[in-house]
């Protein structure tokens, strides 16, 4: 979907809380995009009462935003996440859609471990980090990571101020 189309199905703010700064488009696997702030990306340190405007995202007629909300919900441990879950009311294909992919990926480190949303994780080698002119250390502590929806090989974090992709083989769990 092109950058216009997804502004103007939005609205141009955030398809979970309604934000209208550092917006950019996020994949919702197999096919689809959503409109996200940076916290609704998880970037930075996001506090736990803001994934309650999921609560109303939840209601959205958009399927695309109907599964990220699905799967945001499924990482959230907390009893009102689930039951917000359970209470989604999709049709029965695009329910299908949200399963598929939330179920079937699960990201491991270099150990076998398995990595959550918003975890934190060690470098186990030096990393050069193309396009941004400096190598990211051995025994560097990446807090708050994220996971790639749709490669369970990639997780996102921050070193040095830079949001980068990194391999899951090139880290452990903390």
Same mark, same amino acid.
């Given at each position: 979907?092109?950058?216009?189309?997804?502004?103007?199905?939005? &609205?141009? #703010?955030?398809?979970?809380?309604?934000?209208?700064? +550092?917006? !950019?488009?996020?994949?919702?696997? @197999?096919?689809? =995009?959503?409109?996200?702030?940076?916290?609704?990306?998880?970037? &930075?340190? #996001?506090?736990?009462?803001?994934?309650?405007?999921? +609560?109303? !995202?939840?209601?959205?007629?958009? @399927?695309?935003? =109907?599964?990220?909300?699905?799967?945001?919900?499924?990482?959230?441990?907390?009893?009102?996440?689930?039951?917000?879950?359970?209470?989604?009311?999709?049709?029965?294909?695009?329910?299908?859609?949200? =399963?598929?992919?939330?179920?079937?990926?699960?990201?491991?480190?270099?150990?076998?471990?398995?990595?959550?949303?918003?975890?934190?994780?060690?470098?186990?080698?030096?990393?050069?980090?193309?396009?941004?002119?400096?190598?990211?250390?051995?025994?560097?502590?990446?807090?708050?990571?994220?996971?790639?929806?749709?490669?369970?090989?990639?997780?996102?974090?921050?070193?040095?101020?830079?949001?980068?992709?990194?391999?899951?083989?090139?880290?452990?769990?903390?």
């Amino acid at each position: 979907m092109r950058w216009d189309e997804l502004m103007d199905r939005a &609205g141009g #703010v955030c398809e979970f809380c309604g934000t209208a700064g +550092e917006l !950019a488009s996020v994949d919702v696997p @197999p096919s689809d =995009q959503v409109l996200l702030c940076s916290s609704c990306r998880g970037e &930075g340190d #996001v506090p736990a009462a803001h994934w309650r405007c999921l +609560e109303g !995202a939840m209601w959205s007629a958009e @399927p695309a935003v =109907q599964i990220a909300v699905y799967r945001r919900l499924g990482e959230i441990k907390e009893m009102w996440a689930s039951d917000a879950r359970d209470s989604m009311v999709m049709e029965p294909e695009v329910l299908t859609r949200a =399963q598929d992919v939330a179920e079937v990926l699960e990201h491991f480190d270099s150990n076998g471990m398995r990595l959550e949303h918003g975890d934190t994780v060690v470098l186990v080698k030096d990393l050069p980090v193309k396009g941004a002119g400096f190598t990211a250390k051995r025994g560097t502590a990446v807090r708050n990571i994220s996971l790639v929806p749709d490669n369970a090989a990639h997780i996102e974090g921050r070193v040095e101020g830079q949001r980068i992709v990194i391999l899951t083989e090139f880290v452990k769990r903390k």
